[in-house]
């Protein structure tokens, strides 16, 4: 049997400005909207299934109050989606400049409209 990770989930107070944000800032594609939740493609690996709700809850977790990501995305060009995140006026961790780990990759934290947190992360060349 075949396993693998099919999609993530994460909880929308807006599904049309989700499903806009999506697109526009992590380069995503509308797979389908239901009305009560969208599939949104953005590449390889799992899809993120948007969920509509009115309960006040994210995915994003904490570690000693600190917040925690559910969702993390390779990406190639992360200055591209750090810019797009910044244009969106979404809230992001530090002054906009990705964290630099000892292995040269760059992370960069940032929240959706909704304040789900999500890393992405640029491999080093």
Known sequence: MRKF?????VPTNNLEDS????????????VANFGE???IDIGEGPNINLWKTTDRTT???TIDGKPFPTVGIEVENIDRIINMVIESG???????????DQEGRKFFRFFDPT?????????QN
């Open 19 to 30: 499903i806009h944000w999506y697109v526009k800032c992590l380069g995503g594609s509308l």
């Open 90 to 100: 979404t809230d992001y961790e530090g002054d906009g400049i990705p964290v630099v």
């Open 115 to 123: 304040g789900n947190m999500i890393v992405v992360h640029e491999e």
């Open 59 to 61: 995915s994003t977790f």
């Open 5 to 9: 990770i099919s999609h993530v989930q």
């Open 37 to 39: 939740f969208a599939i």
